[in-house]
């Protein structure tokens, strides 16, 4: 097991110990009192921090995305009403996760939701929040960890700068983990939306296959179907956990994007813990819910509570001001 994976595991302990904690948007911890600074001396402490900064690890989780547009997941708002609004009107399907835990009547029906689900993240642009992220990490060496699967960062950075924890709609595995192989998903989608039409089902011949077993397939993502956790979920870890590795004695900020109460011991609780572990290490946490910041981190920490797009946007514009 990986350095950042074991990290992972311990909080994941944690959070099953005090469920109902979590449960009701808090957590377990002394708190800091909340920042006396305001939204614009707190915009500017960000910048500062990421300028001071001998390198960042990015954190980005589902708040970001949704930040920037992609807030279909949850609830029937209108921007799953644009890419969902046919399977909504027949199946009364309330979010996109509320669909791939459907309890579908055919597989040509299922996969030709899933194709749409699919095909909806990854053909989507790079979101706003995004860019600006990537406008205040210019020329600076940085890393992103990511529990989001929609493809964003990887249309920004390389595959080795990125680790995908918790998967990727790129791809598909066998449904029953018969091989520790995964494959290419974004060319069969393809197909499948071409073939499906208004009909909302797909030819029988396009449901995706295990070239190994010839088992139906299902994408390589956790969190609805059996997530292979094999080599290249292992290699995801490994990459984060060689970055931290090589920066230990740097000035690392670590910047939290996103991060909901759901899943609390990917991204958020391990940086906590690497903030009190490592002496120059700082962290600043952005979030239009949740303030959360430990007692212990609280003199090296900060919660911008505040929408993320907004955040990042103003911070790059304050960025741009500050080098003229």
Request: charged fraction near 25%.
């Amino acid at each position: 097991m990986s350095f950042y994976e074991d990290l992972v595991t311990q909080t994941q302990m944690n959070y099953e110990r005090y469920y109902p904690v979590y449960a009701r948007g808090e957590a377990p911890y002394e708190l800091a009192e909340p920042s006396p600074l305001s939204y614009e001396e707190q915009v500017e402490h960000l910048v500062h921090e990421i300028q001071k900064a001998d390198c960042v690890l990015v954190g980005g989780a589902s708040g970001l995305s949704a930040a920037g547009g992609g807030d279909f997941y949850y609830g029937d708002t209108p921007s799953f009403r644009e890419h969902f609004g046919k399977f909504a009107e027949r199946y009364g399907i309330k979010g996109a996760f509320d669909g791939s835990f459907r309890r579908w009547e055919t597989p040509e029906e299922k996969w030709a939701y899933l194709s749409t689900f699919l095909h909806t993240t990854q053909s989507a642009p790079v979101r706003a929040p995004y860019l600006d992220l990537d406008a205040l990490l210019d020329g600076k060496d940085f890393f992103v960890l990511t529990t989001n699967q929609d493809t964003q960062f990887v249309k920004l950075y390389p595959e080795e700068q990125v680790a995908e924890i918790q998967g990727d709609h790129r791809f598909f595995q066998c449904a029953r983990c018969c091989t520790d192989d995964t494959w290419d998903a974004v060319e069969p989608v393809r197909k499948m939306i071409e073939a499906q039409g208004d009909d909302m089902r797909i030819p029988s011949e396009l449901i995706p296959r295990c070239p190994h077993c010839g088992g139906e397939a299902f994408p390589w993502v956790r969190g609805y179907g059996n997530f292979l956790q094999g080599a290249k979920y292992q290699d995801e870890y490994e990459k984060v956990s060689r970055w931290l590795g090589a920066h230990t004695d740097e000035r690392v900020l670590f910047l939290e994007l996103g991060v909901g109460r759901m899943t609390p011991m990917f991204i958020q609780e391990p940086f906590w813990n690497l903030t009190l572990a490592l002496p120059k290490a700082r962290y600043i946490s952005i979030n239009d819910r949740y303030d959360l910041l430990p007692a212990q981190i609280a003199d090296r920490g900060l919660v911008i509570v505040a929408d993320i797009a907004r955040v990042l946007s103003d911070a790059r514009a304050d960025l741009a001001r500050v080098r003229g």
